[in-house]
């Protein structure tokens, strides 16, 4: 039994920007599949030219939901961990929206082999090109599978500042990935985004327009929103936290002033980066409005009475009030970075 597949990407000679994407199968290990997608490639009618060959593994991912919440628009659910070699990375809502024309992807998740096993799972619902390959932001769980869209094709979108933070970051993500996830993690990268998005900048899918605007300091300091304006489907990426603990490494104070801008906005339904795959807006926004304005209150009680850091880490509650998940982990870093940022102000 072949273990890998070709996925071949085809354009028309005469008009390069109609592409469409084959199976096939590819061989026993990924040499064998790169010599049979090269031989594929050489044999090809000249009408139509060979543009990408990625080999996939098959059978070998995990099986990888893609739910439809609303007509062409498709979400994967990450798991609510950290990155591991059981999960693969797979750690972070990722989207999908399909046009007439062209296919979308919101975010890509954490490693090469989620990236194969998105693919895969695109190639299952249609042949059409995917275009863009659009990144909420620049951490490792939403970026990291965004090299294999790239190799197929599309383009990479982000946040002006997107470049910039991954700069700073990049060596660390990569280091902690491979040791977190281990050997599945082997052949990723990270992929810069080559259309940047300073304001507002709309993708046309054929048939239906994605309105994507990038977002001052928030949960980072390059937070991008896709709005998908036939079905009024918001993708929030990490702007909104449900049930996973909110994780915080932007600014406290531009996250909370801002989201209350974002919640007088109306919307049919938005995908958080982490939670359920559709919920309601703005309702969803309460409970992480919640924790981040009793982090706020906290960490400036805190400040006020002289209390130092690594005592206010121990003393402002992991659960704030509230059951969220992986609090262990994400908790402390939040009181230490709303200490830092509140303490000067
Ligand atoms: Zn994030």
Not at 153 to 178: D, T
Not at 297 to 306: F, K, V
Request: aromatic share 6%; glycine share 8%; hydrophobic share 40%.
């Amino acid at each position: 039994m072949p273990m890998f597949e070709i996925l071949l990407t085809l354009c028309l000679a005469d008009a390069p920007l109609e592409c469409r994407t084959l199976r096939t199968s590819g061989g026993e290990d990924r040499a064998v599949c790169q010599a049979e997608a090269r031989r594929l490639t050489a044999e090809w009618p000249a009408e139509e030219i060979p543009q990408k060959w990625p080999c996939v593994p098959k059978g070998e991912t995990t099986p990888f939901d893609l739910s439809e919440i609303a007509p062409g628009v498709y979400v994967h659910q990450g798991a609510h961990a950290e990155p591991s070699g059981d999960n693969l990375g797979d750690t972070a809502n990722i989207g999908v929206v399909i046009g007439d024309d062209a296919v979308a992807v919101i975010d890509a998740g954490g490693g090469r082999r989620v990236g194969e096993a998105l693919l895969s799972a695109i190639r299952n619902l249609t042949d059409k090109p995917i275009r863009w390959v659009v990144l909420t932001h620049m951490h490792p769980d939403h970026v990291l599978g965004a090299s294999v869209l790239r190799d197929a094709g599309a383009e990479v979108v982000g946040h002006f500042k997107h470049p910039r933070a991954i700069a700073a970051r990049e060596g660390s993500y990569l280091e902690a990935y491979e040791r977190l996830v281990g050997a599945p993690f082997q052949g990723s990268r990270i992929e810069l985004p080559t259309q940047l998005v300073k304001d507002r900048t709309e993708l046309d899918l054929g048939g239906r327009r994605l309105i994507l605007e990038a977002h001052p300091t928030m949960h980072t300091d390059n937070d991008l929103t896709v709005y998908d304006e036939a079905t009024g489907t918001w993708f929030l990426g990490d702007l909104l936290f449900l049930d996973h603990t909110p994780a915080l490494d932007g600014s406290l104070v531009g996250w909370l002033n801002n989201l209350e801008k974002l919640t007088s906005r109306e919307a049919a339904r938005v995908v958080p980066g982490h939670g359920p795959i559709s919920v309601s807006w703005p309702e969803a926004a309460e409970p992480m409005r919640m924790y981040l304005t009793t982090l706020v209150d906290r960490t400036r009680a805190a400040i006020a009475a002289g209390v130092p850091l690594g005592e206010a880490v121990e003393t402002i509650g992991g659960q704030l009030d509230a059951p969220w998940l992986l609090s262990d982990i994400f908790h402390r870093r939040n009181v230490t970075s709303a200490f830092k940022e509140l303490e000067w102000e």
